[in-house]
């Protein structure tokens, strides 16, 4: 049974910092394409970042570009998400997803497995 867990959310002022984990299980962590959604209310989910296997190549949504960092620990089988210089319109819920495939990056379809979310909140 596959199953990835997300920690490190909360509440946080606005210019301040946030560090997300996801710990996987169930599955061979190495073999998985990791990535990080997020989805705030009456929104549609939309990439954040992602990161391939071998944690060699990553990808950053232009609204995170230069704040946030998505790195990975195979021996641990962890997936982070480094939030800083936090704004308001960075509120959602953050998602962790693995996908076997590394096409359509930025696509919710084409991942395979998901977390359940952890809420962050940006106050202004």
């Known amino acids: 049974q596959v199953q990835l867990v997300e920690s490190g959310g909360g509440l946080v002022e606005a210019g301040g910092s946030l560090r997300l984990s996801c710990v996987a299980s169930?599955?061979?962590?190495?073999?998985?394409?990791m990535a990080w959604f997020r989805q705030a209310p009456g929104k549609e989910r939309t990439i954040v970042a992602t990161?391939?296997?071998?944690?060699?190549?990553?990808y950053y949504s232009d609204s995170v570009k230069g704040r946030f960092t998505i790195s990975r620990d195979n021996a641990k089988n962890t997936v982070y998400l480094q939030m800083n210089s936090l704004k308001p319109e960075d509120t959602a819920v953050y998602y962790c997803?693995?996908?076997?495939?590394?096409?359509?990056?930025?696509?919710?379809?084409?991942?395979?497995?998901w977390g359940q979310g952890t809420q962050v909140t940006v106050s202004s």
């Open positions: 997803a693995a996908a076997r495939e590394y096409v359509r990056i930025t696509s919710p379809d084409n991942y395979d497995y």
């Open positions: 169930g599955l061979t962590f190495s073999n998985y394409n």
């Open positions: 990161i391939r296997r071998s944690g060699g190549f990553t």
